[in-house]
């Protein structure tokens, strides 16, 4: 990879401040964007490592609340949410692999907003609120597409605040070399209603089902949505499965995840 | 160039690392402990697996100047302190543990990780917690054996492989 500075703030003003510098770029665990790095498809003149602000790090309860800060690994998620949020805990617990969930971390992960990505599907089902150095962005408005959020440059993700569901699960069809969702459902029951978010599947990213989630509110069962099915049209194809291929497998993720809520 | 120190195997070493020097580079080419290997650079095969404070990571995928102060073990810690082969090294030649020896360094050290956080893992729990780490001679069977017997488990309900 080409050379940068590489800058450690102790605090979130101080990684603000060096993040407005020319070409600057924040660092998280580093587990795409160091792969990134090394293929030359990024190249920034500086590296903001966030993994050094205290402020960011942790699980906390608060009320109906679990408050994640975003420097957060996913190990640490899986561990430390799982008695508040057992299927956020769950998806955490099934990125990459040990060496991998000891270093990434959550908000690096819903910063890149990989379309296969794991997490993006808890934050949007939840319809968790993503929090700023300057602001709160609802999940309906952060995710933007492939790769793209509603983060502006220099914007740094500080924590993301779940709203804990009544019961939830995530359902993970492994693309085993990549350890990507080849597809993935995160299906999650409010007292409000169902959310029911897909990662892997759509060239536009993370997306709601809103069809599932209406049948799924008035029937919590993987019969309510037996009929229901997405159009291949917009969904990936590559050599992994084809947009037909994956269309198929929202429907049946989708009912595995309902089948497997708690 | 910034000064990187790091208490490795217990001993404090230092050394000047780039922005963009890598864990696995600092330890290998400026510290000289080639014990941890790196075999796909992508974060995919585990070889470079070492601990750092105490957690196992793919130190070609983290920045020497990142961990800067960390407490990090190699495979080279992993003996016993007369030179004797460690519990997990042992179980591994015990047990066939190896065929090329490539990607033993980071087996070790993933198992060791495993080892610590939970003593008696089942056969099931020890391959799920090795996704990471892939052996090119396909392996596996032997490695998973040996890791069940460091635990101090009975290996005999084990097939044969290999042997």
Not at chain 1, 4 to 22: H, M, N, Q, Y
Not at chain 1, 86 to 95: D, H, S, V
Not at chain 2, 101 to 115: H, K, Q
Request: aromatic share 6%; glycine share 10%; net charge negative.
């Amino acid at each position: 990879m080409y050379n940068f500075d590489f800058v450690k703030p102790a605090t979130i003003a101080e990684a603000v401040e060096a993040l407005s510098g020319e070409e600057a770029q924040a660092l998280s665990g580093g587990q795409t964007l160091l792969p990134t790095m090394k293929q030359r498809l990024n190249a920034p003149a500086t590296l903001v490592s966030l993994t050094g602000i205290a402020e960011m790090k942790g699980v906390t309860r608060d009320g109906d609340t679990l408050v994640i800060g975003a420097a957060t690994p996913h190990a640490v998620v899986a561990r430390d949410a799982a008695a508040h949020y057992p299927a956020l805990a769950a998806l955490a617990g099934q990125i990459g692999d040990p060496a991998v969930r000891n270093r990434g971390t959550i908000g690096g992960s819903i910063a890149n907003n990989d379309p296969s990505a794991c997490y993006p599907s808890a934050v949007l089902a939840s319809g968790a609120v993503v929090v700023t150095n300057t602001r709160e962005i609802a999940a309906d408005d952060f995710f933007q597409g492939l790769f793209e959020t509603a983060l502006h440059d220099g914007e740094i993700i500080t924590a993301v605040r779940f709203p804990i569901p009544q019961k939830a699960a995530y359902a993970k069809f492994l693309q085993p070399a990549s350890r990507f969702a080849l597809t993935g459902a995160f299906v999650a029951q409010y007292a409000a209603g169902v959310r029911v978010a897909i990662t892997g599947a759509s060239e536009s990213g993370v997306f709601r089902w809103t069809e599932a989630e209406a049948a799924l509110s008035g029937n919590f069962t993987p019969e309510a949505i037996a009929g229901l099915s997405v159009a291949a049209d917009g969904m990936i194809g590559d050599l992994h499965g084809t947009p037909d291929y994956r269309a198929h497998l929202v429907g049946v993720m989708t009912r595995r995840a309902v089948t497997a809520a708690r | 160039m910034t000064k990187v120190t790091l208490t490795v195997n217990g001993r404090s070493m230092s050394g000047e690392a780039e922005g963009r020097t890598l864990l696995s580079s600092f330890l290998r080419d400026t510290l000289g402990l080639t014990g941890t290997h790196v075999g796909c650079d992508t974060s995919q095969c585990g070889a470079c697996v070492v601990h750092v404070d105490g957690l196992a990571m793919k130190s070609c995928t983290v920045l020497a100047q990142d961990v800067n102060g960390a407490s990090v073990t190699t495979i080279e810690g992993m003996a016993n302190a007369d030179g004797s082969l460690g519990r997990v090294q042992q179980a591994f030649q015990d047990h066939h543990g190896l065929q090329c020896g490539f990607c033993t360094p980071g087996m070790v050290m993933s198992a060791a990780a495993l080892l610590a956080e939970n003593p008696k893992p089942t056969e099931a729990e020890i391959r799920h917690h090795l996704e990471g780490n892939i052996c090119r001679c396909t392996g596996y069977h032997n490695i998973v054996k040996a890791v069940l017997a460091a635990s101090g488990q009975d290996v005999s309900g084990l097939g044969v492989a290999a042997e």
